[in-house]
């Protein structure tokens, strides 16, 4: 999965850090704190990178449905709803298993996948390609990845994501997916890499136990 990362040496990191630490020290500004933190961030060693960016670049299945998902790392389960044609998509999960109305819900807005041509398609051929005709069509599932516990927070995970590639959008039973990144949001549209890993066949025998 290329992440499209945004990355700086971590010495340059540190010094533009401590300019802008210095600058909301003067005056508490909510945009250069943001920009601090990042640089901090990198200065860890940590890239950041825009959300709407790696769903982008991620690409399209051959039903048009995005290759990318993004839901919170404590959620089982990422629907996928794409309502038009001009390729806005959006991501919902359910956080807990005994908690069905805690819905998470990420939209992307149009241009974030190519746009589908619809010109001569009838609605009940839309489906296929990705589009319903009113209300959300969150009836395609993927399994969300587990988190290793070598790369979970001490405080826990509800205030991180999980970013991973799908292998199938599926209505029941889908497999498990690949290439998971743990991020925790920055600021607007921008995140944290925190880490990344691959399951093992172990896991991914294991979750595949969620879409049952």
């Known amino acids: 999965m290329d992440l499209q990362t945004i990355e700086l040496p971590r010495a340059e990191a540190r010094e ?5 630490r210095r600058a909301v020290h003067q005056r508490h500004d909510a945009e250069d704190e943001a920009i601090m933190r990042g640089y901090r961030a990198m200065a860890k060693g940590s890239a950041l990178i825009s959300l709407q960016a790696a769903i982008s670049a991620g690409g399209v299945d051959e039903h048009q449905r995005p290759r990318i998902a993004v ?29 069905n109305n805690a819905i998470d819900v990420r939209p992307f807005p149009a241009g974030t996948l190519p746009s589908i041509d619809l010109d001569g398609v009838d609605w009940s051929q839309r489906e296929a390609k990705g589009v319903v005709q009113g209300g959300w ?9 587990n988190v290793p516990p070598r790369f979970r927070p001490a405080k826990g995970l509800h205030l991180y994501d999980v970013l991973f590639e799908v292998d199938e959008w599926r209505k029941e ?11 925790r949001h920055l600021a607007g549209d921008l995140y944290v890499v925190c880490a990344v890993w691959d399951l093992t066949e172990l896991e991914r025998l294991v979750l595949a136990g969620r879409a049952r």
Do not use: C, I, Q
């Open 16 to 20: 533009r850090f401590v300019e802008y």
């Open 173 to 183: 039973a889908p497999p498990v997916t690949r290439d998971p990144a743990l991020l």
């Open 71 to 99: 839901g919170k790392a404590t959620a089982e389960k990422v629907f996928l709803e794409r309502r038009g044609a001009d390729g806005s998509v959006m991501f919902s999960t359910k956080l807990e298993r005994a908690s």
């Open 137 to 145: 069509n969150g009836t395609r599932f993927s399994v969300m990845p």
